[in-house]
């Protein structure tokens, strides 16, 4: 009698686990009850390529598992700004992570606020990068001119026979170049 009851038990369980929880959410992989689908990222490692396979098999959008937690898996562009930008207020409150808390103290920012604080953070944001060049030509001009800059400093060295090309120092110089040249109008020639 008391094996039947705990079999009953443990079939109500995995009937929640698997089929009661998952069902207004996308499709996607089946987890595990208490892993949920932590193996299969870590086949064959990094992981990935469990991504690649359940965006073929599920589609742009689907769910996934760390734990018992779910997380949507979105891989458009269109659908993410679809989600996060025309119907940002609808998906406000997000869940942070114990991890944000632990190491960055709490909710801040732009990524781990919500509600009010984030509405706040995000017109501020917004209206700050709009005013210097976000969805502009001129920021695009400025990357490009950074790009040009690499590609020839690299050519040059390539052609006088140079084999170690220092490529950080470059990316770096070309990142302070486009910052420079929105905020103070110049950019730097030399890597110092």
């Not at 995995?14 to 208490?34: D, F, M, Q, S, T």
Request: charged fraction near 20%; aromatic fraction near 16%; include cysteine.
């Amino acid at each position: 009698m008391i094996l039947v009851f705990l079999f009953s038990i443990f079939t109500i369980w995995l009937a929640y686990e698997l089929y009661w929880k998952r069902r207004n959410l996308p499709p996607g992989p089946c987890p595990l009850p208490v892993f949920g689908n932590l193996l299969s990222l870590n086949d064959p490692p990094p992981g990935y390529e469990a991504f690649e396979r359940w965006t073929i098999q599920y589609g742009d959008v689907y769910t996934f598992w760390i734990g018992t937690k779910p997380f949507i898996m979105m891989n458009t562009f269109d659908k993410i700004k679809d989600t996060f930008v025309r119907d940002a207020d609808t998906y406000i409150n997000k869940t942070v992570p114990p991890s944000s808390i632990l190491f960055r103290g709490g909710e801040h920012g732009v990524i781990d606020s919500n509600g009010a604080t984030w509405r706040d953070h995000r017109r501020f944001a917004i209206s700050n990068l709009r005013d210097f060049g976000l969805g502009k030509n001129l920021m695009q001009e400025k990357i490009l001119i950074e790009v040009q800059e690499i590609f020839s400093k690299f050519d040059d060295k390539l052609a006088a026979g140079e084999s170690d090309l220092e490529i950080p120092p470059a990316f770096d110089n070309a990142v302070a170049n486009v910052i420079n040249q929105i905020l103070f109008g110049y950019r730097f020639d030399k890597v110092s």
